[in-house]
């Protein structure tokens, strides 16, 4: 019987972190109850208020961040009006997600069409209109591109030795995948005067230079002109 539950809530939870919602399990038949029953045989266990883990134990930071993120996506519209996802991982969270960087901060960041509360404890909300050119997916959680998750960090004044390292690992894991598209992001924050001028060389350079869609490009992208000034050779 047990384990024909654990298999039915891993159909239900359809992402490889092994996290299910009770409102997941409800639908794959499985009550409430039944998850206690679960958890106190030690056969899943609770990660936040109505989340549920099958599989072992991963990146706790990971983990918290798909937890939330279920539960803020759980019960609005999947998209918005624009076609986007309702609930988009940006900042921090975006970068941890694709690999490329760490949470500092302590909270787990998303970005939502509308001015929205959450009692949910360590989350940051922000409004903004997406569009779906401005959103991937990893592992089944949407999240800003990497392009613009890091025009999303300078937004909010992360430290630049932060994106520096940020951005030298997108282009190591070649995961740059469009210059165009980043020099468009950057364009709002290079017209933007910040606390020290003098730390914002990007503004003075060149336009980037156009046509290259391909992370194949993104090495000469970075040696003739991603930020000269903020990523010194």
Known sequence: ????????????????????????????????????????????????????????????RLEGLVARWLMLAAPVEPTTATGAPSVVASGESAALLHGIGSIRS?????????????????????????????????????????????????????????????????????????????AQYLAPQAARPRARPRRRPWARQAPLPAGRDHHASAEEFHRESLLPGLITE
């Open 1 to 60: 019987m047990t384990s024909d539950l654990i298999a039915r809530l891993a159909e239900a939870s359809g992402n490889r972190w092994g996290l299910v919602t009770t409102a997941q399990a409800e639908r794959a038949g499985i009550s409430r109850k039944q998850m206690s029953r679960l958890a106190s045989l030690g056969a899943v266990v609770r990660v936040a208020q109505g989340v549920y883990r099958m599989a072992p134990a991963g990146d706790p």
């Open 106 to 182: 302590g909270s787990y960041e998303f970005i939502v069409p509308d001015r929205r509360r959450t009692r949910l404890p360590g989350v940051v909300l922000r409004a903004d209109a997406l569009t779906p050119g401005e959103v991937t997916v990893v592992d089944r959680v949407p999240v800003l591109t990497v392009e613009r998750t890091v025009a999303d960090l300078l937004a909010n004044r992360t430290p630049l030795a932060v994106v520096d390292r940020l951005l030298r690992e997108a282009v190591r894991q070649k995961k740059l995948a469009s210059t165009d598209k980043f």
